[in-house]
């Protein structure tokens, strides 16, 4: 397993921009898929995009197509998620998890390693 540690979460107006980050320890690393999850108050976690392990694929959520970007420097040991044109909607507590030789699944079961979480909160 990896250790994650989120960081980049804030209070931003609708329409503004955030870059979250998942620092991970250890040197392997670079062979896990790394997924970002959101969970807002009553409702259950979802994904919001995932990268491969080998960093040749992404997917995201509908609801973010076209505004957030994931990205990986494994150098860095650091995946981001940058967020463009926020929501208020987009308010969630966000969670990166990695998943060792992942595909990028959309299931959190996939993921074996969690962070502690940022909070995103986006003002109307």
């Known amino acids: 397993q990896v250790q994650l540690v989120e960081s980049g979460g804030g209070l931003v107006q609708a329409g503004g921009s955030l870059r979250l980050s998942c620092a991970a320890s250890g040197r392997t690393f670079s062979r896990y898929a790394v997924g970002w999850f959101r969970q807002a108050p009553g409702k259950e976690r979802e994904l919001v995009a995932a990268?491969?392990?080998?960093?040749?694929?992404?997917s995201y959520a509908d609801s973010v197509k076209g505004r957030f970007t994931i990205s990986r420097d494994n150098a860095r040991n650091t995946v981001y998620l940058q967020m463009n044109s926020l929501k208020p909607e987009d308010t969630a507590v966000y969670y990166c998890a990695a998943d060792l030789y992942g595909p990028g699944s959309p299931s959190p079961q996939k993921y074996d390693s969690w962070g502690q979480g940022t909070q995103v909160t986006v003002s109307s």
């Open positions: 990268i491969s392990w080998r960093g040749d694929s992404a």
